[in-house]
């Protein structure tokens, strides 16, 4: 590993730019919500445990998967009956929205200045009108903070109190004649402000439906997860978010723990052969972050983890990764700091 910080923060800088140059795709996970105060998976899965009441069989074999391998793995494995599954998508919506709501209300993260805010109003400070944001996410944050930023939002629903399902909408947003920039973002897991009643018509609300014939729209991991995308509004969510990854320039993942075959099914190649530029931001990478790292190659890329009060950045010029100190560089805010600070 690396000890030289000027070297190592120089091949940042490179990398970074680069990578923002190309107006990037933003490829968001639970960790690009997590500053805000939204629930990880971790977080998500404990909260459950203590809060699920289970009938099927092997209800304790699922409890005891989830305590030692995490949410997804115990959903993964399908187990439960479908009136379990039902309750562990009740709560998991709830549970996110109650942080969100709150996220909302205090607002002081969302300002211009801080995080995606910052982020959209640079990307979007130059001759682009729009911005791409591909989410595994259920909560509204990359919404509030493209809105707080002065942008319109939009996710393929109508606005207003009855936000119909629009697949085949006209994305561009007009005011006065003038084309609105906006960031579009696509949530290919649902909303907890998404839907769907009795007849299987989707649609958006502010308010939270108490109807036994109204489901939530979000789709957890499991069986179904590869069912929905073929369902409305997933397939036209799909649809968009595929040719969003496969339009890019360049790449840049949030928080985002590469554990998706969906998403990863429209970049990972491109990244791969391609040689698309790519920038990873993570608290901590996961395996499956590393292996993909791993085969990238001669790709243009950086990615970059928390050390020790620092960063540590892995690129193909430090494939077993550079150290620098004294820098979060994995935070969006410190990667923003930096790329467009020269470092200073």
């Known amino acids: 590993m690396s000890t030289d910080p000027s070297v190592s923060m120089a091949e940042f800088l490179t990398q970074a730019q680069h990578c923002l140059a190309n107006m990037p795709v933003l490829i968001t996970g639970s960790g690009a919500s997590a500053p805000y105060g939204i629930p990880t998976m971790p977080a998500l899965a404990t909260h459950i445990s203590e809060t699920v009441t289970l009938t099927s069989p092997r209800g304790p074999e699922f409890l005891e998967l989830l305590e030692n391998k995490g949410l997804e793995p115990a959903l993964d494995v399908d187990i439960l009956d479908t009136s379990d599954v039902a309750q562990i998508v009740t709560i998991t919506r709830e549970h996110i929205e109650e942080a969100d709501l709150k996220a909302y209300f205090i607002q002081s993260n969302i300002e211009p200045d801080n995080g995606l805010s910052r982020c959209f109003r640079l990307l979007l400070n130059t001759t682009h009108t729009s911005v791409d944001v591909v989410t595994t996410n259920y909560d509204r944050i990359a919404e ?3 809105e707080f930023a002065g942008y319109v939002a939009t996710n393929t629903f109508n606005p207003g109190y009855v936000r119909r399902h629009r ?3 006209e994305s561009a947003v007009f005011l006065n004649g003038q084309r609105v920039s906006e960031v579009r973002v696509w949530k290919v897991h649902g909303s907890v402000d998404w839907y769907r009643d ?3 018509r989707s649609f958006g609300s502010p308010f939270y439906p108490t109807h036994d014939s109204v489901e939530p729209l979000i789709v957890i991991p499991g069986l179904k997860k590869y069912q929905e995308p073929f369902k409305q509004p997933f397939s036209t969510i799909f649809t968009g978010a595929n ?3 496969r339009e890019a320039r ?11 075959f969906h998403i990863q099914a429209g970049f990972v190649d491109r990244a791969r052969e391609e040689r698309v530029p790519i920038v990873i931001l993570a608290k901590e990478l996961t395996d499956a972050a590393k292996r ?27 494939p077993t990764g550079a150290r620098i100190p004294g820098k979060e560089l994995w935070s969006l805010d410190g990667f923003l700091d930096a790329a467009f600070d020269g470092g200073v």
């Open 250 to 260: 360049a790449f840049l993942t949030i928080g985002y723990g590469f554990n998706d």
């Open 198 to 200: 009795h007849l299987g």
């Open 292 to 318: 993909f790292i791993e085969s990238l190659g001669d790709t243009p890329f950086c990615a970059i983890e928390s050390c020790d009060g620092g960063s540590v950045i892995y690129s193909a010029k430090f």
């Open 144 to 146: 509030y903070c493209a």
């Open 167 to 169: 697949p085949d909408a």
């Open 243 to 245: 040719e969003a990854l």
